[in-house]
């Protein structure tokens, strides 16, 4: 039966950092703070919502909402992201995404200063993910993924990793942390010619398709450490991932469960980033 690589763990520990450097910063006179911009109001939205305010709340980052309507004109949007780069009271920016159709969410994303986009959603700080120049942030689901594999300890450097996946949300920026790690980095996607065999060859799988239970027993072999992003929601509710759980806990080594696994790290991965966006600018 394969290890499982909870998130719980990780996020205790990354908090207690994370509480510890944001008291560091309060003693000086800076207070962290987060902006929480958000168009409308969609349910998946306002959960995350919540528990970015209460992650905040633990470890003394301040939160300041900015809400505006469904219906809102992206006038009143750019001026808000404007608002949010001139306040020095700001440290960061979690920008709500996907934005109503009647917006363009490229202009706004490249409207938000990179020094505060704490989310990694602007194209300077992917180029800095990808150039590897410390700007900017890399994004919190891709970040947690690594946070995972350091917290278990699990050896990269020189280790075969695969990522199934290429969006610039979780696989293609996973793909450039893994590589900063000396890992030797294959990335795949659902075109992928023969896929099980590929990845059958990684020491370590990282899994972002999008796609329920895509990769199941054809996919896996003993020894291997996955580490499972995707999160589905069936009819009756329940949560499950890109892989079949079933399927692979008792032939891999290790793997993240769904619920509990990277998505309970990456709210951490956010907070975390706003007190180094402070530290930064301070």
Same mark, same amino acid.
Do not use: W
């Given at each position: 039966?394969?290890?499982?690589?909870?998130?719980?763990?990780?996020?205790?520990?990354?908090?207690?950092?994370? *509480?510890?450097?944001?008291?560091?910063?309060?003693?000086?006179?800076?207070?962290? *703070?987060?902006?929480?911009?958000?168009?409308?109001?969609?349910?998946?939205?306002?959960?995350y919502e919540t528990?970015?305010? =209460?992650?905040?709340?633990?470890?003394?980052?301040a939160v300041r =909402?900015?809400?505006?309507? +469904?219906?809102?004109?992206?006038?009143?949007? +750019?001026?808000?992201?404007?608002?949010?780069?001139?306040?020095?009271?700001?440290?960061?920016?979690?920008?709500?995404?996907? %934005?109503? =159709?009647?917006?363009? +969410?490229?202009?706004?994303?490249?409207?938000?200063?990179?020094? &505060?986009?704490?989310?990694?959603?602007?194209?300077?700080?992917?180029?800095?993910?990808?150039?590897?120049?410390?700007?900017?942030?890399?994004?919190?689901? *891709?970040?947690?993924?690594?946070?995972?594999?350091?917290?278990?300890?699990?050896?990269?450097?020189?280790?075969?990793?695969?990522?199934?996946?290429?969006?610039?949300?979780?696989? &293609?920026?996973?793909?450039?942390?893994?590589?900063?790690?000396?890992?030797?980095?294959?990335?795949?996607?659902? =075109?992928?010619?023969?896929?099980?065999?590929?990845?059958?060859?990684?020491?370590? %799988?990282?899994?972002?398709?999008?796609?329920?239970?895509?990769?199941?027993?054809?996919?896996?072999?003993?020894?291997?450490?996955?580490?499972?992003?995707?999160?589905?929601?069936?009819?009756?509710?329940?949560?499950?991932?890109?892989?079949?759980?079933?399927?692979?806990?008792?032939?891999? +080594?290790?793997?993240?469960?769904?619920?509990?696994?990277?998505?309970?790290?990456?709210?951490?991965?956010?907070?975390?980033?706003?007190?180094?966006?402070?530290?930064?600018?301070?």
């Amino acid at each position: 039966m394969a290890i499982i690589l909870k998130g719980t763990p990780v996020v205790t520990a990354m908090n207690r950092e994370t *509480a510890a450097r944001c008291q560091a910063l309060i003693q000086q006179g800076v207070r962290p *703070a987060l902006a929480v911009v958000r168009v409308g109001a969609r349910e998946d939205d306002l959960s995350y919502e919540t528990g970015v305010i =209460r992650r905040c709340e633990k470890v003394g980052v301040a939160v300041r =909402r900015f809400l505006l309507p +469904e219906d809102a004109p992206q006038a009143a949007l +750019e001026e808000v992201i404007a608002r949010v780069n001139r306040d020095p009271a700001l440290h960061g920016c979690l920008l709500f995404r996907p %934005l109503p =159709r009647h917006m363009d +969410e490229a202009a706004v994303r490249a409207a938000l200063c990179p020094a &505060k986009d704490v989310d990694g959603v602007t194209d300077a700080s992917l180029a800095g993910v990808f150039a590897n120049t410390g700007a900017g942030f890399a994004p919190c689901t *891709a970040q947690a993924c690594l946070e995972i594999l350091r917290h278990y300890q699990v050896p990269l450097s020189g280790a075969r990793v695969t990522v199934v996946g290429r969006s610039l949300v979780v696989g &293609k920026p996973a793909a450039m942390l893994l590589d900063r790690e000396n890992a030797t980095v294959t990335m795949c996607n659902s =075109r992928t010619k023969n896929l099980p065999a590929v990845c059958r060859e990684a020491d370590v %799988l990282v899994v972002a398709m999008g796609r329920r239970a895509a990769i199941g027993a054809s996919c896996l072999r003993p020894g291997q450490i996955v580490v499972d992003v995707g999160i589905h929601v069936d009819a009756e509710g329940r949560l499950s991932g890109d892989v079949d759980f079933a399927a692979a806990e008792p032939v891999v +080594e290790a793997i993240t469960p769904v619920p509990g696994g990277v998505g309970t790290v990456t709210t951490s991965v956010l907070v975390r980033h706003v007190v180094e966006a402070a530290e930064r600018l301070r």
